[in-house]
């Protein structure tokens, strides 16, 4: 990762194109971890993309620049945070859409299989925002396409590489019991 970013701090858009492709993800996992909403998330994103690319002459360590953008992310999340207890703005409305619309995935569904796939994301992702904040920032960046690797999730996170498997385990299975208490499938 480290050739990446040295050679978009010489302006090769390809290698910046590189970079967002594979830490977009834990960038927006960090902010949303946060519990911020999909505008603030966005926002967050975005202020932490310009961070990197206003820093990238100065960064010390570009193999760390995944440790880089978590850090910032988590920053910038906590900042707009702050911003948003003290002003008490009214937050940007969203609906908690699943990332791939019912239907999408799987064509031809007839409107009872439809109906019943948006059901089942509604409740999937009912029990995922009644995750703690941890779980949800871990599991939200395990779904990332491609997902980081361990090494740099526990450079992100602050967490032992070694506990990571654990905790995602113990992270899926509270996210289990949580949806059969809702009614949804194991």
């Not at 880089?68 to 707009?80: G, I």
């Not at 509604?122 to 690797?149: G, I, Q």
């Amino acid at each position: 990762m480290g050739e990446l970013v040295l050679a978009a701090r010489e302006g090769d858009e390809e290698a910046w194109r590189a970079i967002v492709l594979r830490y977009v993800d834990l960038v927006w996992a960090v902010a949303r971890g946060h519990g911020l909403d999909h505008c603030d998330a966005a926002d967050v994103t975005q202020t932490t993309w310009l961070r990197l690319y206003e820093h990238l002459p100065r960064l010390r360590d570009p193999e760390r620049v995944a440790a880089w953008l978590a850090t910032t992310a988590r920053r910038e999340s906590l900042r707009l945070q702050g911003r948003r207890r003290q002003l008490q703005l009214v937050a940007c409305f969203e609906s908690e859409a699943t990332p791939v619309a019912a239907g999408d995935a799987v064509p031809g569904l007839s409107p009872t299989e439809l109906v019943a796939a948006v059901d089942r994301d509604e409740r999937l992702w009912l029990a995922f925002s009644e995750l703690p904040t941890p779980c949800r920032t871990l599991l939200r960046a395990l779904m990332a396409d491609p997902p980081p690797s361990y090494a740099e999730l526990s450079v992100a996170l602050g967490m032992p590489v070694g506990s990571i498997g654990p905790t995602r385990a113990r992270c899926l299975d509270r996210l289990r019991a949580t949806l059969l208490g809702l009614g949804g499938p194991s």
